[in-house]
């Protein structure tokens, strides 16, 4: 997968065809975990990097648009021990909203739907931040960053006291 610009707007090329880029995302500079596309050709799981992806067809006013994604980073009612996982909003404080929420969920957590989109607009404006959620920016043409949160190994309540409640008890 490689993005190019031509006259303002981002594209990607996928095993030779061309999309326009609504969404992309990767992680570690180079490994693509998430794709929206639209164009003429269909997109096709052939035509992805691996049989780890999952792909879904849908029209948007009148286009077709292909969502491709990396399925281990969105199964969050599947993982067992936590992992790294990708929260995509319709805009960077939706993602990290979505962060919030999913977290309290898996750590047992009760919080008011208030406090978490208090918590989500103070990371997406920059006031908090924690070294296990990386914003990852969108390299397509919606500028709404996806969420990679960290909840591999050791990751326990203290980690998300930290980050829900800045370390308050």
Wanted: charged share 25%.
């Amino acid at each position: 997968m490689q993005c190019f610009e031509h006259q303002g707007q981002k594209y990607i090329g996928i095993n030779g065809k061309d999309y326009f880029l609504l969404r992309g995302y990767r992680v570690n500079y180079t490994k693509y975990i998430f794709v929206q596309v639209s164009g003429k050709t269909p997109l096709n799981k052939e035509d992805l990097p691996s049989k780890a992806w999952e792909i879904i067809c849908t029209k948007a006013g009148g286009q077709r648009v292909w969502t491709a994604y990396v399925k281990n980073y969105f199964a969050y009612e599947s993982a067992k021990d936590g992992g790294k996982w990708a929260f995509l909003g319709g805009t960077t404080l939706g993602s990290y909203f979505l962060a919030m929420k999913i977290m309290c969920r898996q750590m047992q957590m009760r919080m008011e739907e208030k406090d978490l989109q208090l918590i989500a607009r103070q990371y997406a404006s920059g006031e908090r931040s924690h070294y296990r959620l990386e914003a990852c920016a969108d390299l397509g043409n919606s500028e709404a960053d996806l969420i990679l949160a960290d909840f591999s190994g050791c990751f326990n309540e203290t980690d998300a006291n930290y980050i829900l409640k800045k370390g308050e008890e």
